[in-house]
């Protein structure tokens, strides 16, 4: 028997289907609504809007649950790896041994990028953002592929997805050896593939440079942990752009630029500025809180809160643990990671915060680890990027295979003047 929502308005009665997610997610289709009567529903920011139908992320966060096609996050994190947690959010299981090499193959075959697109960094200034080079790059590489346009041709698609998970890594290591004025490093194919990015990143042609395999797979770590978060707002931007069937190319672009604001892919950032600011200003930590207790001063506890999570983050977890790991091993003291924990006890033991829900989010520790590796600050987003890219990907391609799909075209509620004669310049009040 089918579920209906009743809706009583100016005197209709209107009888709303009910969607059931498979883990009793409900929903209200309100897709024929104003068709039907004649009305439109009000939600800034989609809180409360479901855009559709997906089987690639389940996140339950009142519990802390994230898992890519039904498996958690914590099993992902310990046994598995990014291009392995890539191939399942794209294909949607686990491949076999052959599947994962030809896929591992087909990456490696594609890291290097067209020398004219090197061109491309020369023009941009040194100080550019990588973020703002990386989101030019990779939408300009619908230049060098042309046989990459027709959304509906499936193999077509698969190399442009495969181009993008191999390129994207040259190309933000570009943008940082661009920004140092040190020369680019070609790939190294027989390194996999977060070693392979270190070594873009940090290696010269003056030097040997050994990649740290404890590094390499804290990277990896931590681009498996950002691969997918369901329909957040690059996510969503990239559905939104692909959906008026724009190449790929173009709705990844799109979602760069979407990830790159401060509210979205740049809070880690965030965090380390906070964390800095603490530091220098010899708190540790106590009066920072009081500030951000008191509402007058606006002033937040950055990597704290969660739109979705109102229990625990579960990556914010499994990286706390890999943070110790990694400064451990590299026997660094790192004053922030001591600041960081001493701000999490005393927060997590405060009316404030168990009142609002507040715990530490996957931003808390991921800046202090990418610190350790020796990360810049300004390439923190560009590897959020990187690690969201398979996840971008799934989504365009279950949107562009879904047949509900039309074109996102939201409505709104017009609140300007209403009709009025326009007025010649020479009859208009001085
Ligand atoms: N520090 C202090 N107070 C907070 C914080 C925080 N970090 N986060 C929320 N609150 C308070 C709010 O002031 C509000 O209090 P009130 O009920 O007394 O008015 C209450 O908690 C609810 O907050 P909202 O802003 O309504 O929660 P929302 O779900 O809209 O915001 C967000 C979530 C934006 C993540 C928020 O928690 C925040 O700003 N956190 C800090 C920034 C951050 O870490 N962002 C990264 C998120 S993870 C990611 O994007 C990958």
Redesign the pocket.
């Known amino acids: 028997m089918s579920e209906t929502a009743v809706l009583h308005i100016d005197g209709g009665t209107f009888e709303l289907p009910i969607l059931r997610g498979s883990e009793n997610e409900v929903a209200v289709d309100i897709s024929k609504l104003r068709q039907e009567a004649g009305v439109i529903t009000m939600d800034p920011g989609y809180g409360n809007t479901g855009s559709c139908r997906s089987a690639i992320t389940f996140i339950d966060g009142e519990r802390g649950v994230l898992r890519y096609r039904g498996i958690p996050i914590e099993q992902l994190a310990e046994r598995s790896n990014f291009l392995e947690a890539a191939w399942l959010l794209m294909y949607s299981r686990l491949p076999t041994r052959e599947e994962l090499d030809e896929f591992t193959t087909h990456i490696t075959y594609h890291t290097m990028v067209h020398e004219d697109v090197k061109r491309f960094f020369a023009g941009f200034p040194k100080d550019a953002h990588p973020m703002a080079i990386t989101g030019a790059v990779v939408g300009a590489l619908a230049t060098f592929y042309p046989d990459s346009m027709e959304v509906s041709n499936d193999r077509e698609m698969e190399i442009a997805t495969h181009r993008l998970i191999a390129k994207v890594p040259t190309i933000a290591a570009c943008s940082y050896k661009h920004s140092i004025g040190q020369p680019f490093m070609h790939p190294i194919n027989r390194l996999d593939y977060a070693a392979n990015f270190l070594h873009m990143m940090f290696a010269t042609p003056a030097e040997d440079y050994e990649v740290d395999p404890l590094l390499a797979r804290t990277m990896d770590l931590i681009l498996l942990l950002h691969a997918d ?1 369901e329909q ?1 707002c690059s996510a969503s931007t990239v559905r939104m752009v692909g959906s008026s069937r724009a190449n790929l190319f173009s709705a990844v672009s799109a979602g760069v630029h979407a990830l790159w604001g401060p ?3 740049g ?1 880690n950032q ?2 380390i500025e906070m964390l800095g600011q603490i530091r220098d200003s010899g708190d540790d930590g106590k009066a920072f809180l009081q500030k ?1 207790k008191d ?1 007058q001063t606006g002033v ?8 979705v999570y109102k229990n625990f ?1 579960p990556r914010a977890t499994i990286l706390k643990k890999a943070c110790f790991e990694v400064l451990e091993r590299l026997k660094l003291d790192n004053p922030l990671l001591d600041i960081a924990v001493q701000l999490e006890e005393v927060a997590l033991a405060d009316e ?1 915060f168990i009142e ?1 829900k ?1 715990y530490p ?4 520790y991921s800046g202090i680890i990418l610190q350790a590796i020796g990360v810049p600050v300004p390439m923190f987003p560009t590897l959020f990027t990187i690690g969201r890219l398979p996840g971008w990907i799934a989504q365009w391609s279950e949107m562009i295979h879904d047949p509900d799909t039309k074109i996102a075209r939201p409505r709104q509620v017009y609140v300007g003047e209403t009709e009025r004669r326009y007025v010649p310049i020479e009859e208009r009040p001085g």
């Not at 937040?300 to 739109?307: A, D, P, Q, V």
């Not at 989010?361 to 808390?364: E, G, I, K, Q, S």
């Open positions: 978060h957040n509210l979205h892919g809070a965030a965090v951000v509402k937040r506890l950055m990597g704290f809160g969660h739109r983050d404030y609002r507040l989010n996957v931003d808390f």
